[in-house]
């Protein structure tokens, strides 16, 4: 059903920096903002980034999010340990009229 | 400290119907935010099912639009979730969350989650 492509997997190791690509069409992404998850183990999902680029109160700012045409992006600069977890970006989609969200990327810090 | 808390059965029968309901503590229901149900099948990634507006509009995911009510019960503090015709593939943890004002799909605030087996 998900119609936002992220890659199933990325990897980075301490201290680097990792992006994690979110592609969609004209119908969501293009239109919309997006949103960006991050679930631990057993867990709800945080929200990381909304509108594109906007952090939560408490988000560190190690976290950034941009969006280019169709494709939104989740920088995560200074890679910890505890940021090992499932990623999610979402977006509403004016065809489905409905929230999409995209497949997941898990992020394994060696 | 607003709080979400899904309350639910943890097994439904095939072709019963799923209901839970998400009290809202700390934080009146009748205010901007938008409500929503999102699950999660074991192992698998996060599917919306359904918003609900201050309004009383709703709005559903496309496929489950058929079997699927979502309601609010501004007495209790609180919104649900129904669910028909269930089948295996309904199993999931079903999450109640919060969106941010004037959004959809930016979910500030989720409950911790409740597991929904549906087996006979």
């Known amino acids: 059903q998900s119609v936002l492509t992220q890659p199933p997997s990325a990897s980075g190791t301490p201290g680097q920096r990792v992006t994690i690509s979110c592609s969609g069409s004209n119908s969501n992404i293009g239109i919309n903002t997006v949103s960006w998850y991050r679930q631990l183990p057993g867990t709800a999902p945080k929200l990381l980034i909304y509108?594109?680029?906007q952090r939560p109160s408490g988000v560190p700012d190690r976290f950034s999010g941009s969006k280019s045409g169709t494709s939104a992006s989740l920088a995560i600069s200074g890679l910890q340990s505890e940021d090992e977890a499932d990623y999610y970006c979402?977006?509403?989609?004016?065809?489905?009229?409905?929230?999409?969200f995209g497949g997941g990327t898990k992020l394994t810090v060696l | 400290q607003v709080q979400l808390q899904e309350s639910g059965p943890g097994l439904v029968k095939p072709s019963e119907t799923l209901s839970l309901t998400c009290p809202i503590s700390g934080y009146s229901f009748s205010s901007a935010y938008y409500w929503g149900w999102i699950r999660q099948p074991p192992g698998k990634g996060l599917e919306w099912i359904g918003s609900?507006?201050?309004?009383?509009?709703?709005y559903y995911n496309p496929y489950l639009r058929s079997r699927v009510t979502i309601l609010f019960d501004t007495s209790r503090n609180q919104f649900s979730l129904q669910l028909s015709s269930v089948t295996a593939a309904d199993t999931a943890v079903y999450y109640c969350?919060?969106?941010?004002?004037?959004?959809?799909?930016?979910?500030?605030?989720w409950g911790q989650g409740t597991m929904v087996t549906v087996s006979s």
């Open positions: 609900i507006i201050p309004s009383g509009s709703t």
């Open positions: 979402s977006a509403w989609d004016d065809t489905l009229g409905g929230v999409l």
């Open positions: 509108s594109n680029n």
């Open positions: 969350a919060r969106a941010i004002s004037g959004t959809y799909s930016s979910f500030d605030l």
